[in-house]
T-cell receptor, first 113, second 113 residues
Framework: DTGVSQDPRHKITKRGQNVTFRCDPI?????LYWYRQTLGQGPEFLTY????????KSRLLSDRFSAERPKGSFSTLEIQRTEQGDSAMYLC???????????FGPGTRLTVT | DQQVKQNSPSLSVQEGRISILNCDYT??????FLWYKKYPAEGPTFLIS?????DKNEDGRFTVFLNKSAKHLSLHIVPSQPGDSAVYFC????????????FGTGTSLTVIP
């Protein structure tokens, strides 16, 4: 296992379109996190899963955002009716439950035109 | 509300000298702190962490110091190397939940050969 992977690495979409990103965590990690990072800012927490259960969502995660982790392995983050303000780097991270160190993927850079 | 702050956006240091990166936090409930390093086009990489029961943790050239009374932590890199040039983020969490991490805005370190 080489680490956390994310697909696609880059996505350009037109405003109003839906987009979906995928994250494959380190296989033995049961926690999975989604973050958003904009220019000049640190990663901002969006949501996290323990196994397949989504345990917490940030108020940053509007109704247009939905995340799933159906079998406790990979996760998807969908953004519906994208807006220009959604343009950002979307980062996925995984960890062991009870272990605070998170391991990040390379991110998906979304550009909404 | 920025609960973790890195007030220096950038820092330049000569190779071989000490780099000191600073981080302040406001939430007294935070009891676990981490430093991440980020190269362009990559996700953040875990570097070193410290629990609030300690005031110092060392790993090779990297040492993190925690001053709980001042709500301040710092990362020391000695000696600095050109490969250390990256953006450094500090992050904080409450270990009894371990689910939401708060990141600073990052400090861009340049080590000049």
């Amino acid at each position: 296992d080489t680490g956390v992977s994310q697909d696609p690495r880059h996505k350009i979409t037109k405003r109003g379109q839906n987009v979906t990103f995928r994250c494959d965590p380190i296989s033995e990690h049961n926690r999975l996190y989604w973050y958003r990072q904009t220019l000049g800012q640190g990663p901002e927490f969006l949501t996290y899963f323990q196994n397949e259960a989504q345990l917490e969502k940030s108020r940053l995660l509007s109704d247009r955002f939905s995340a799933e982790r159906p079998k406790g392995s990979f996760s998807t983050l969908e953004i519906q009716r994208t807006e220009q303000g959604d343009s950002a780097m979307y980062l996925c991270a995984s960890s062991f439950a009870g272990g605070p160190e998170q391991y990040f993927g390379p991110g998906t850079r979304l550009t909404v035109t | 509300d920025q609960q973790v702050k890195q007030n220096s956006p950038s820092l330049s240091v000569q190779e071989g000298r000490i780099s000191i990166l600073n981080c302040d936090y406001t939430n007294s409930m935070f009891d676990y702190f981490l430093w991440y390093k980020k190269y362009p086009a990559e996700g953040p990489t875990f570097l070193i962490s410290i629990s609030s029961i300690k005031d110092k943790n060392e790993d090779g050239r990297f040492t993190v110091f925690l001053n709980k009374s001042a709500k301040h932590l710092s990362l020391h890199i000695v000696p600095s190397q050109p490969g250390d040039s990256a953006v450094y983020f500090c992050a904080a969490t409450t270990s009894n939940t371990g689910n939401q991490f708060y990141f600073g805005t990052g400090t861009s370190l340049t080590v000049i050969p």
